[in-house]
């Protein structure tokens, strides 16, 4: 008499609505870590700087002009100039001119991309923002001192050092928001999973109920009743 149950649509939406309450707690408390770890957090700024050297760089300094627009070298180009920038080397003489601030959190705190347009941006992320900005100049100086037989004064900055005025991280409206919808997902994986088990013990019982001998004469009456009726 016990078959395999199988859930509906109109099964899902009625076990989430029994364990509505489970739901919005999970909800609320997982918003609420989210936000007091957001605000105990220690806020992070970033700097950033965008430069590029130019194609002609590889000339001799007497066949170009200075007056003249000079367009960026190709992206591969480029790429290769961010490595000299993403050595340890570089976070090293960095970090040694920044007394409070050790190789390994120059290491964390500086990246480097290179844009479609063949420019280098150097992004620092520090709690001190004056620190973060610094940091960019410092690795910028140091990729010119690194040039300095080829570059000279010939590196062009699209983007002088600017930092953030908000913490980039952590951001708290972000956080709470992924902290609720996460709540909200965890909530209901776990109301379903309960009412999977709810439903399964109450199969097992009612199998065990199948096997005794009153419950098939109970049966067998109603049906008899019903038949007469």
């Given amino acids: 008499m016990v078959n395999t149950f199988e859930y509906s649509g109109d099964d899902y939406w009625a076990a989430l609505y029994r364990r509505r309450r489970i739901i919005a707690l999970m909800v609320v408390l997982s918003a609420t870590f989210s936000t007091f770890f957001s605000v105990v957090l220690t806020p992070l700024y970033e700097a950033s700087m965008q430069f590029y050297v130019p194609q002609d760089i590889v000339l001799s300094k007497g066949l170009y002009s200075r007056s003249l627009i000079r367009s960026p070298g190709l992206k591969e180009q480029a790429r290769t100039y961010v490595a000299a920038l993403e050595s340890r080397d570089a976070h090293s003489a960095v970090a040694d001119q920044l007394p409070d601030r050790s ?49 000279d004064d010939s590196v062009r900055v699209l983007e002088k050092p600017d930092v953030s005025k908000n913490p980039v991280f952590p951001i708290a409206i972000l956080n709470t928001l992924v902290g609720a919808v996460g709540g909200l997902l965890l909530g209901i ?14 199969a097992r019982k009612l199998k065990q109920l199948e096997q005794q001998d009153w419950f098939h004469e109970t049966v067998n009456e109603e049906y008899s009743r019903r038949g007469q009726s």
Avoid: G
């Fill in 103 to 151: 190789t390994a959190e120059i290491l964390r705190s500086a990246d480097f991309d290179v844009t479609p347009a063949a420019s280098l941006v150097i992004y620092a992320r520090d709690k001190d923002p004056e620190v973060a900005k610094q940091i960019v100049e410092l690795f910028f100086q140091h990729f010119k001192n690194f040039h300095s037989l080829r570059l």
């Fill in 189 to 202: 994986i776990y109301a379903l999973f309960l009412d999977f088990l709810q439903v399964r013990t109450l």
